[in-house]
């Protein structure tokens, strides 16, 4: 019974007689009627309290409020019921018996009210324990469930991984590119272009150990594929969108360049932020390293020395001059040059390349380059052309020359820029004192010093007092030929007045001479000597 005369009697959450009760139905209970009555027809609280409600729920369903007294909030009430199967107990039913309900992976309990018995799932399972195979193992539905999400969410990125691959392919040219292999076939069919998958399993996703090189113009790593073969991956900084077109077209280039002195270029990969390329390997370091550290210098004798330097001139001249389209490599420096196990010198890293319109002489372009090579012309006019190259290479003839790096702060203020040092060395004729002592008082004292006159004119301020790639290479290989001759091996000999004797045939007359001094070359067209065969002058 449930009894109020006032509102302010009733307490919100309350349930224990003033202005509501509640009262449990007691366990075995088959039947139940419920009746409402009022004492007074709710005629002493009708301002707050005009009916009364009676319901049926589940324990701790309902939460009385005062409210609720002029007007009950809900509509519907949960009831629940106790019932089971039949009047057997599980004991009485047991599971191998066809009439017990409960399934596999099921146990039978009691149940709590009278007679009969219900069945559940056992634990780790769940479903209806009534049906056939109803009870479910729950890890193997989480397992399944944990599997299609996987399954769908690698697929989504997956799908969204070749779009961007897709999209960096159209962004670093891979249409143009694609169409220029086209255009080229015969030319370039060894080019390939790699993808992104290749390079990453080549160098274990760039692991740290695979890097080989490091620069202003990314990183080099090195790559291993599985037929064996080595590669070099340069893997370049953030390209802008309006360099596409000129990395194509250098790439194209490159890759028609055929000389065992230039890096080859095997491809490239598109499907990355900034392209990829990719080189052979060459192995037995750069440059740099052999003149700069002690124990490699030594090695690097005066003859190797000459043939690299003439190795290098040559490459140039063919940059220059002789490709379909000139490049300007626009960073020779000794770091960028490689040597092979037969310490043959093989030009890298054309990041910083410009290919030459063959209308157009100089170019006007962003300086670029390396401190210490740099062209001072093409510092202070922005105007690029093959002097700039050959300026630079004079710097690593100069290396070659001193054993001494091209700016070192480590030595005395004189001695920093090994260009200003050089040149005032060979004005005050203290050569001999600062040249490498591998290749001082060797017998090669004369050559030595035509070498040293040959990069102090390729150092010359003004590019158009230099002289081209072409000359400097011919006049490297002169010096090379005649080092070579039996008249002149083991002797000191000024390459002014010498001749070097070229050809095989006894009855053919030199149509050309290859000396060092041009203007000695021009002075002896006319007095060409005849071809020397058996110790018998024809």
Known sequence: MSSCSDISDVINGSCSGIGCCEMSIPRNTLGYEISIRSFSGHSNVLKFNPCSYAFVAENDYYNFSIDDLSRLKFNESALVLDWAIGNQTCEEAPKHNKSCMCTKNTNCTNAENRFGYKCNCLEGY???????????????????????????????????????????????????????????DR????????????????????????????????????????????????????????????????VIVLSQINSCNVVKLLGCCLE???????????????????VHIPNKSLKLSWETRLRIASEIAGVLSYLHSMASTPIIHRDVKSANILLDDNYTAKVFNFGASRLVPLDQTQLSTMVQGTLGYLDSEYFHTSELTEKSDVYSFGVVLAELLTGKKALSFAQPEEERSLVTYFLSSLKDDKLFQIVEE?????????????????????????????????????????????????????????????VCLLGEKPDVYMDSIVITNTEYMDSMKNHALPLVSSGRRQ
């Not at 989504?156 to 169409?179: A, H, P, S, T, V």
């Not at 272009?193 to 274990?204: D, G, H, P």
């Open 126 to 184: 769940e479903g209806n324990p009534y049906l056939e195979n109803g009870c479910h193992g729950v890890a193997v539905g989480i397992i399944v469930l944990l599997f299609s999400i996987c399954f769908l969410y690698f697929g989504d990125k997956q799908r969204k991984l070749i779009k961007l691959k897709e999209q960096y392919f159209k962004q670093n040219g891979g249409l143009l590119f694609q169409q220029q292999l086209h255009e080229h």
């Open 187 to 250: 030319t370039t069919k060894t080019t390939k272009i790699f993808s992104a998958e290749e390079l990453e399993k080549a160098t274990n996703n760039y692991d740290e150990s695979k890097i080989v090189g490091q620069g202003g113009y990314g990183t080099v790593y090195k790559g291993s594929f599985p037929n064996n073969m080595v590669v070099a991956i340069k893997k370049s900084k953030l390209m802008v969108e309006s360099q596409i077109e000129q990395f194509i077209n250098e």
């Open 272 to 290: 990355t932020e900034v392209p990829l390329l990719v080189y052979e390997f060459v192995n037995n370091g750069t440059l740099f390293d052999h």
């Open 438 to 498: 591998v290749i001082a008082n060797k017998g090669r004292n004369e050559q030595v010093r035509e070498v040293a006159n040959l990069a102090k004119r390729c150092l010359k301020i003004k590019g158009e007092e230099r002289p081209t790639m072409k000359e400097v290479a011919m006049e490297l290989e002169g010096l090379r030929a005649m080092a070579k001759h039996p008249w002149v091996n083991g002797i000191n000999v000024n390459p002014q007045e010498t």
